[in-house]
DNA sequence: CATCATATTATGGTATTTTATGGTTGTCAA
DNA sequence: TTGACAACCATAAAATACCATAATATGATG
């Protein structure tokens, strides 16, 4: 299942926060129940996923050189900056103080799906993110077309 | 399964409405029992699609590429945008509100099979569009004209 | 061919469940 | 002991499951 559609959520002092039903759904058949979350290393916001993917990730990075300077970098970057949290009874998460800050999120939190992840930002800082790459996206919509059925 | 010919359906005060029958046949095999729709890019309607073809797509644009902006920046218009309705018992969905007012739909939907994927239209609007499209064909295919005697 | 029986579909209204959210209490470790 | 954090209630609103009926199609039979 795949994380789809867009969905803003309270979240409260504690940074305790709903995650969206469809996405909790999206999670239904892994072992984990929970998600991944860490920064995004492009935008200001919080990327998610879940812990199945996070093991792909960790077998694509494990073709690569034990030494290299190129793993080092990517397990650095992505495994050290993870937190998986789990849903609590009701479906809620507690974000991470620093990520809330990260991503300037104030009170409310969007939920973006992205089919295999997903990013969680502050309104107002999504909707300036879209108004600067809404357009640039239009014009590349030729390249969504499927190669093959 | 291909999803073939029009039909007209009501919409009542909470967006629910019938999906023909014919189209709900075309995702019997499928795990996800119900369809993906979103707002289209080009036309004053909705679109919509199996989650398998949502699936598909989403495996065509994922690399597993955390830093490349291009990838997030297509992935957003896609996915963010679209939801993901499940069949009740009567092979109805309850399209989001907001489909319906970018559609203009008013009380009946225009389900319009296009294959791989289909539209939903507000009738008059899609009258208008047609009506479009069919002078815009006579206009660039001169050829078709009878030739006087 | 007309008519009746049956199955499927479409539609309307209501009841029940799920979801999102706030507040409180318990617990474990620093 | 206190501060952080998880577990535990409680509730309004929203979503969806349920039931009943009307409309349509299908098919059998005399």
């Known amino acids: 299942m795949l994380f789809l559609g867009t969905i803003e959520n309270k979240i409260d002092a504690k940074g305790r926060v709903s995650v969206p039903s469809d996405f909790r759904m999206a999670t239904k058949n892994d072992s984990f129940q929970g998600v991944i979350l860490y920064h995004s290393f492009t935008h200001k916001c919080i990327e998610g996923c ?41 479906g809620r998460i507690v ?30 800082e999504f909707e300036k993110y879209q108004a600067e790459t809404r357009q640039n996206a239009l014009k590349n919509r030729p390249s969504l077309s499927f190669k093959k059925d």
Do not use: C, H, Y
């Not at 960790?58 to 998986?84: G, K, M, P």
């Not at 409310?108 to 992205?114: Q, S, T």
């Not at 295999?116 to 107002?124: E, L, R, V």
């Open 50 to 90: 879940t812990m199945e993917r996070m093991e792909k990730l960790s077998d694509a990075t494990d073709n690569l050189d034990l030494f290299s300077e190129e793993n080092e970098n990517l397990n650095s970057l992505i495994f050290s900056d993870a937190r998986q949290l789990s849903f609590d009874v009701t």
């Open 95 to 124: 974000i991470p103080m620093d990520l809330i800050e990260f991503a300037g999120i104030k009170g409310n939190a969007l939920f973006v799906g992205r089919g295999k992840t997903f990013q969680i930002w502050d309104k107002a």
